[in-house]
């Protein structure tokens, strides 16, 4: 008698178990059959049908439904994995179903939503731009997180006789997902939960793209929640995968490697840039724009955007130099992107970032003292911001603009010494603000300009109340020992002097230098700077500004009549 080979006998054991019948005990005594236990390969062949199900409901926006093919898909894994190590329990918790009946069912639902889905365009990728030190604010308090954008889900990587890279690979591609959908309805501490997950159900040598793909998410659900330590340190581990990768070609095949490189490098520049660490956010821009216009090239919008970016850093690096080549980026820039808006009705450049960038130009111009210039950016950004608030009423982000429009124009009047003019257009962006309804630190700035001007118009009583309920509002958002709590002491020790109140002035002017010993100066007086062209130059430079606009249908109209 032939005596049967270990593999026989442990074939043998398997089959008895995935053929073992589960029953009960019914209430006469008897044993009742239910159903055939599932084999590992059709819980894992139907966990991954679900994944892609859920993808499908993913790229709908049908989130909640995502979610739950993403949950079904895991626990099934879940299950294999237990049976796996000779664990039944999980078996107890499966759905009454056929396995075979329930996967061709899974995957008629799946080819249903493909076909349904045909005709959808992919979502374009959204410039990343980074905004200026005054835009950041505004940016954390009105969730305008859309340059931030959340990628797109995954299907399951796998065959299905690939059993074992099946149990490391799709559970990290579900789990992956799931953080995706908390991404999207902005649950960032889930986000990062479920992509902390995911990086621990795979061996990061054997899978480095998806591991790079796990980080970069997990890397941009923690800037959006605040957490740029961590956030940098996913960052530095995802960019050296692809820095790897793009050194070797050992992802060449895999599609974007390189600009999925410069995406993750750009975040890194914005998280450095915030953090003011100007000339690190710099080096990282040039090396975003570098790639970029290797594969993408000059006129992509997307190395425009990188271009603009380095632009704001350039700004904050260095004097008028610095800031006149970052001018000349941000023109280039803006050409580029007015060319997509003319030449294509669906651009990924929005109206937004059109607001966003002759902003910025007007602030550029601004510092250096060239005010005619800035004055007209300043009208065009906040004739268009208007003009978009009007047309999408519910997008709280154009009354944010228009807000920082007005406030600019004061500032520019407020320099030219129109006093009357300044005021009013201080109190319509302080109007604006009480609209949006949303306290942040940016109306300290304006409540303090508007002391400022009556201080000059000589209401000294005006003067202290803008002036005491700025110091209140930067109490609450500011170090107490920033330099503008040191300004805005002195400043009030001042009028407290011209009022008579000469014990409460002297403590503030000694309140004010002892947090000017202890930190840096004030930020350098915006009247102080100097213009560095000459009047002819200023006119022939505002013409041509005046001429780009109108060349792409954009009316450009006297200052007067945007105020």
């Not at 050992?250 to 660490?277: C, P, Q, W, Y």
Request: contains cysteine; hydrophobic residues 40%.
């Amino acid at each position: 008698m032939d005596t049967p080979n270990r593999n026989e006998e442990r074939s043998t054991v398997i089959t008895q178990s995935t053929e073992m019948m589960m029953s009960h005990i019914n209430d006469y005594g008897r044993v009742t059959p239910l159903r055939l236990l599932p084999s590992k390969k059709e819980l894992y062949r139907l966990a991954s049908e679900l994944n892609d199900v859920g993808v499908e409901y993913h790229r709908a926006g049908t989130y909640h439904k995502a979610l739950l093919e993403y949950q079904e898909a895991a626990n099934l894994r879940m299950v294999a994995s237990q049976i796996a190590n000779g664990d039944m329990t999980g078996l107890a918790n499966l759905p009454m179903t056929n396995m075979i009946e329930k996967y061709e069912t899974v995957k008629a639902q799946k080819e249903e939503l493909i076909l349904k889905s045909a005709d959808r365009q992919p979502k374009d990728q959204p410039l990343d731009l980074y905004r200026t030190l005054h835009q950041q604010a505004r940016s954390r308090t009105t969730s305008d997180n859309n340059n931030i954008p959340v990628e797109e889900p995954i299907c399951s990587a796998t065959q299905v006789n690939e059993e074992e890279m099946s149990l490391e690979v799709d559970t990290a591609v579900t789990l992956y997902n799931m953080g995706l959908v908390h991404q999207e309805n902005n649950r960032m501490m889930m986000a990062t939960q479920f992509f902390s997950l995911a990086q621990q159900s795979i061996p990061q040598t054997s899978y480095p793209f998806l591991t790079a793909l796990i980080r970069y998410s997990s890397a941009k659900a923690l800037y959006i929640d605040g957490d740029l330590t961590r956030a940098a340190h996913n960052l530095s581990k995802a960019t050296q995968i692809y820095w790897a990768a793009v050194a070797t070609k050992t992802l060449h095949g895999e599609e974007g490697v390189e600009l999925n490189l410069a995406s993750a490098i750009s975040l890194m520049g914005r998280i450095h840039f915030e953090m003011k660490d100007y000339d690190e956010a710099a080096k990282l821009c040039q090396q975003v724009l570098q790639i970029r216009c290797a594969v993408l090239g000059e006129d992509d919008v997307h190395t425009a955007a990188a271009s603009y970016n380095l632009a704001l850093v350039l700004a904050e690096t260095g004097g008028s130099s610095f800031i006149q080549e970052a001018i000349q980026l941000v023109r280039l820039s803006f050409q580029v992107f007015l060319d997509d808006r003319k030449e294509s009705p669906s651009s990924v450049v929005s109206r937004s970032n059109i607001i966003q960038v002759v902003q910025t130009l007007g602030g550029l111009f601004m510092r250096i003292g060239r005010l005619t210039l800035s004055m007209h950016c300043v009208t065009k950004s906040l004739q268009l911001a208007r003009k978009a608030a009007s047309e999408d009423p519910t997008d709280k982000f154009y009354l944010v603009d228009i807000a920082d429009s007005l406030f600019a124009f004061g500032k520019i009047l407020h320099m030219q010494g129109q006093w009357q003019s300044a005021l009013k257009h201080y109190h319509e962006a302080l109007q604006v603000e009480r609209v949006i309804g949303e306290e942040h630190k940016e109306i300290a700035l304006v409540l303090c300009c508007l002391g400022q001007v009556y201080y000059r118009l000589g209401d000294l009583d005006s003067a202290f109340e803008y002036h005491e309920r700025a110091l209140h509002f930067s109490r609450r958002f500011l170090d107490d020992q920033c330099p503008f709590m040191a300004g805005l002491q002195h400043n009030i020790g001042n009028i407290q002097n011209e009022r008579g109140n000469t014990e409460d002035a002297i403590a503030r002017l000694a309140d004010s230098e002892r947090i000017r010993a202890r930190g840096s100066q004030a930020h350098n007086d915006a009247n102080s700077v100097i213009s560095l062209m000459s009047p002819s130059d200023t006119e022939q430079t505002l013409h041509g500004m005046i001429d780009l606009f109108q060349s792409y249908g954009i009316d450009f109209y006297p200052a007067a009549g945007a105020a």
